[in-house]
């Protein structure tokens, strides 16, 4: 099954920088740039489904493949970030200086919405307290595992798993992909649970389910909801690296906490994780001090 749907386009709206947060990276093996668009692959309420979404002047072009072609060509405005609302953005960015020229620099900047769980949660498990090479080493590991070709003409793209595959999988099988049986058992146990948490209504409910699942924290629910939900005050308390960043733009400090985050974060309430995101996509850092985390390996032994 196929089906098209045209999306008239906001001015100056940012196509690259507003999917190009979706995949985990350019390798990602559930999304992708190619043939001049942008592929998505997931698993819908009605079967799996690619999506392809493609830019034409004002326009962009969104067209779904596979038995759930129906819903993601549905979902297909919040997916290119369309229905994420920045009408009162401008006047909150006006509490900081950087903050209201980073607003204006990416005004076009939108937050997708999804509204695919589990998808995002597998992720954000096997984020939890690595590094990025080894988060993403054990995601397409995990993804290749269970490998199922996602619908439509591109060769290569692949399905996310299937949750109740997941849940029925034993943690040793997963560490070979680098992933130990703490995070193996996270994603197992979420994944046993993910129909209730694709159900879920707001971003309230969805992270009040969240954070009652063992293993599963503000920072991994943030992470989650800020995607699948396009909530844009979302904040990743917990995180390595968020708290200093936000210190050192906005107060000139090198180091902070997820206290003196969230104190400097309060004149941006509503918006406060798409400050967060604006910081990030202009590349501040703060300073470094110390060596950096190893990347670690055990899946051989």
């Known amino acids: 099954m196929t089906q098209t749907r045209r999306l008239a386009l906001p001015a100056r709206y940012d196509f690259a920088g507003t999917v190009g ?3 985990m990276s350019r390798y990602d093996p559930c999304a992708r740039v190619a043939r001049g668009a942008f592929w ?3 698993r819908t309420p009605e079967g799996p489904a690619t999506l392809c979404l493609r830019r034409s002047g004002a326009e962009l072009e969104a067209t779904g493949f596979g038995p759930g072609a129906s819903w993601v060509v549905a979902q297909a405005d919040g997916v290119a970030g369309l229905r994420d609302d920045v009408s009162g953005f401008a006047a909150v960015a006006a509490a900081h200086p950087l903050v209201a020229r980073l607003a204006k620099l990416h005004s076009g900047h939108r ?3 999804t509204g695919r769980v589990f998808q995002r949660l597998l992720r954000a498990v096997l984020e939890q307290k690595v590094t990025g090479k080894e988060a993403y080493r054990g995601y397409a590991a995990t993804v290749r595992h269970f490998r ?3 619908p439509g003409p591109l060769d290569g793209l692949l399905l996310p798993p299937d949750p109740a595959a997941v849940a029925g999988t034993p943690y040793w ?3 070979p992909f680098g992933i130990e049986q703490r995070r193996a058992d996270t994603l197992r146990r979420v994944a046993a ?3 209730r948490l694709e159900e879920c ?9 969240l954070v009652s699942i063992t293993g599963i924290g503000p920072w991994t629910a943030a992470e ?3 995607t699948a939900y396009g909530d844009p005050d979302a904040v990743s308390v917990g995180d390595y690296h968020i708290p200093n960043m936000v210190a050192w733009a906005l107060a000139g400090e090198p180091r902070g906490d997820d206290a003196r985050m969230l104190d400097l974060l309060a004149p941006f309430a509503g918006h406060r994780g798409r400050v967060c995101t604006l910081l990030e996509r202009a590349g501040i850092g703060a300073p470094r001090f110390g060596p950096r985390m190893p990347i670690r390996s055990f899946a051989a032994y």
Do not use: I, N, Y
């Open 21 to 23: 947060a979706l995949p």
């Open 40 to 42: 998505w692959a997931t």
């Open 111 to 113: 937050l997708a919405s």
């Open 148 to 150: 199922e070709p996602a």
């Open 173 to 175: 099988v997963f560490h």
């Open 193 to 195: 649970v993910a129909r």
């Open 201 to 209: 209504p707001d971003v309230a409910t969805a992270t009040g389910r």
């Open 224 to 226: 989650v909801v800020r």
